[in-house]
């Protein structure tokens, strides 16, 4: 079956502008995560949504980060105002649910803040 | 306190030799899973393999299986009989009962292999 899909798969932005970042989770999976991938900091856990649960977003960094799912399955993450600190590759994963279910990753997004 | 400690930030080895990646971690709970991904260079964490705190037996995946010495807290990945396709990174990653919701997967640098022919 399809996996996870993300989109864009790569993004080039302006410092200050606005970017949505678009996640598919595979057909069934009520769990969805978002994650970042930087150099420094390597892989950061951001946000857990979890069926009609109100997302665990103890991850996000500051307050221009937030993420929506919508009907339990397509979510985006927004990101306002863009830093160059933000350039990263975002990975998107889901799962089953359950805690201890294998989390399946998309293909990410490459994103660059200039 | 690191969670997960990947100490081999890169590694080398000849085609058909078999390799061990170390992973040890910390936790004080006696329920969690571990994961191995790859990652190759298209950047797409691929799952390798899983093993659970109360499983009896070591995990295999064809040519991969997890060497966890649960006293040790660590849980090796061995890959035999490496193939060129299996340069990657290499990360291991650890799982905790949620705690007030929280399921992340907390991951260690990762290690970097590379395949020689």
């Known amino acids: 079956g399809a996996g996870v899909s993300q989109s864009p798969s790569n993004k080039v932005t302006e410092k200050g502008k606005d970017v949505e970042l678009r996640c598919d989770p595979i057909s069934g999976h009520t769990a969805l995560y978002w994650y970042r991938q930087s150099l420094g900091q390597g892989l950061e856990f951001l946000i857990y949504f979890q069926g009609n649960s109100a997302p665990d977003k103890s991850g996000l960094p500051s307050d221009r980060f937030s993420a929506e799912r919508t009907g339990g399955s397509v979510s985006t993450l927004t990101i306002q105002r863009t830093q160059q600190e933000d350039s990263a590759v975002y990975l998107c994963?889901?799962?089953?649910?359950?805690?201890?279910?294998?989390?399946?990753f998309g293909p990410g997004t490459r994103l660059l803040v200039l | 306190a690191q969670k997960i400690t990947q100490t081999q930030p890169g590694m080398f080895v000849q085609e058909k030799e078999a390799v061990t990646l170390d992973c040890t971690y910390d936790t004080s709970d006696p329920s969690y899973g571990l994961f191995w991904y790859k990652q190759p260079s298209s950047g797409e964490m691929i799952f390798l393999i899983y093993?659970?705190?109360?499983?009896?037996q070591n995990a295999t995946e064809g040519r991969y299986s997890l060497n966890f010495q649960k006293a040790r807290k660590s849980a090796n990945l061995v890959i035999s009989a490496s193939q060129l396709g299996d340069s990657a990174m290499y990360f291991c990653a650890m799982r905790e009962p949620p705690i007030q919701g929280a399921q992340k997967l907390v991951f260690g640098q990762g290690t970097r292999l590379t395949i020689n022919p």
């Open positions: 093993q659970g705190s109360y499983d009896q």
């Open positions: 994963a889901s799962s089953l649910g359950n805690w201890v279910e294998t989390q399946y």
